[in-house]
């Protein structure tokens, strides 16, 4: 595998991110702003480079199961890595354009799980690989616990 590679695959999961950050900016300052939040959610400022970090880190790990995995295991790793990547990526969509809270707090789950089945079998073909993910995966649970605050406290008012 070549350093472009390399580079490629960590550069990847920020597409989604950039086109998810377009429904998120919309919104932030018309609808999300109405929203009652918990208080113990990040600040606004603090996602681009969490996000940015997580991108570049979930890239590099996928660069790592291409280079190191063979055969059948690598074609299941990189199977869930894509599958996690979509659901990612349409999350933001799911909350920021559709407003659709209760449906994003399930995307948000279905993440967080298919993130923990990554690690899993990252970890059979590249411990640093399924490593990197860790943060990922604490990140996405705590943003779930928030989006899940966000929908219960806001049950009524978008219904």
Known sequence: MSLVQGIGLSILPHIGGITGSYFTRKNI???FVTLDKPSWRPPN???A???TTLY???GYASYLIVR???GESRKIAL???ASQLAINWIWSPVFFCWKK???ATVVSNILAANIATCIYVFYRINKTAAYLLI??????SFATAVNFSIWRRNIKKNQ
Request: charged residues 5%; aromatic residues 30%.
């Open 29 to 31: 300052k018309t609808w």
């Open 135 to 140: 943060p990922y995966l604490a990140w996405v």
């Open 56 to 58: 570049t880190s979930m």
């Open 45 to 47: 400022w603090a996602f």
């Open 79 to 81: 199977g869930f890595y």
């Open 49 to 51: 480079p969490v996000w």
């Open 68 to 70: 190191d995995g063979i």
């Open 101 to 103: 809270l209760g449906l």
